[in-house]
T-cell receptor, first 113, second 116 residues
Framework: GENVEQHPSTLSVQEGDSAVIKCTYSDSASNYFPWYKQELGKRPQLIIDIRSNVGEKKDQRIAVTLNKTAKHFSLHITETQPEDSAVYFCAATGMEYGNKLVFGAGTILRVKS | EAQVTQNPRYLITVTGKKLTVTCSQNMNHEYMSWYRQDPGLGLRQIYYSMNVEVTDKGDVPEGYKVSRKEKRNFPLILESPSPNQTSLYFC???????????????FGNGTRLTVT
């Protein structure tokens, strides 16, 4: 069935260190993988996304990698800053998910200064 | 400004009293959806709509209704709210590709509902 698992559920890093969040999906036909950031009391906002025809995408300090064979994708944040502290959600969609974007349960990232 | 507007932001009500949360987008998006967010459970889809007069159930549709009479509006209706519907609700919209879903979702600011 449709399932997106996200790990870890909480992550604490020191300012300047890197943070990695990993998601696995079950639908081998999935073709779109966005990441959303939700700051406390605010709405989720798209920070980066990747489509199944590429393996990696970067945007400044943020990158996403996709391994279609293993059915997992990861968010990498380098040189973390206190303003990176938030909840991060991964999501996946594809033909078998039936017009739905299925979200992971979220990761609470805390960047300690 | 392109946006998804939800109202109200906060709502406290009593069990059984019908309520409607409105959602409107000004981006001419075909796809609209409602999610509820609960601690540890992430974002769970309630209902979605791929275009006017087309709606379908998400993962947790029980106790909710929606309608899509106009492209820009997608209200969420709770006919008889219960305490287990206390949650944070988000409306979202996006462009729709008929071949596969692959466009970013734009979220509203959320509605925090408390049912006593």
């Amino acid at each position: 069935g449709e399932n997106v698992e996200q790990h870890p559920s909480t992550l604490s890093v020191q300012e300047g260190d890197s943070a990695v969040i990993k998601c696995t999906y079950s639908d081998s036909a999935s073709n779109y993988f966005p990441w959303y950031k939700q700051e406390l009391g605010k709405r989720p906002q798209l920070i980066i996304d990747i489509r199944s025809n590429v393996g990696e995408k970067k945007d400044q300090r943020i990158a996403v990698t996709l391994n279609k064979t293993a059915k997992h994708f990861s968010l990498h944040i380098t040189e973390t800053q206190p303003e990176d502290s938030a909840v991060y959600f991964c999501a996946a969609t594809g033909m078998e998910y039936g017009n739905k974007l299925v979200f992971g349960a979220g990761t609470i990232l805390r960047v300690k200064s | 400004e392109a946006q998804v507007t939800q109202n109200p932001r906060y709502l406290i009500t009593v069990t059984g009293k019908k309520l409607t949360v409105t959602c409107s987008q000004n981006m001419n998006h075909e796809y609209m959806s409602w999610y509820r967010q609960d601690p540890g459970l992430g974002l769970r889809q309630i209902y979605y709509s791929m275009n006017v007069e087309v709606t379908d159930k998400g993962d947790v549709p029980e106790g909710y209704k929606v309608s899509r009479k106009e492209k820009r509006n997608f209200p969420l209706i709770l006919e008889s709210p219960s305490p287990n519907q206390t949650s944070l609700y988000f409306c979202a919209s996006s462009l729709w590709d008929s071949l596969s879903y692959n466009s970013p979702l734009h979220f509203g600011n959320g509605t925090r509902l408390t049912v006593t």
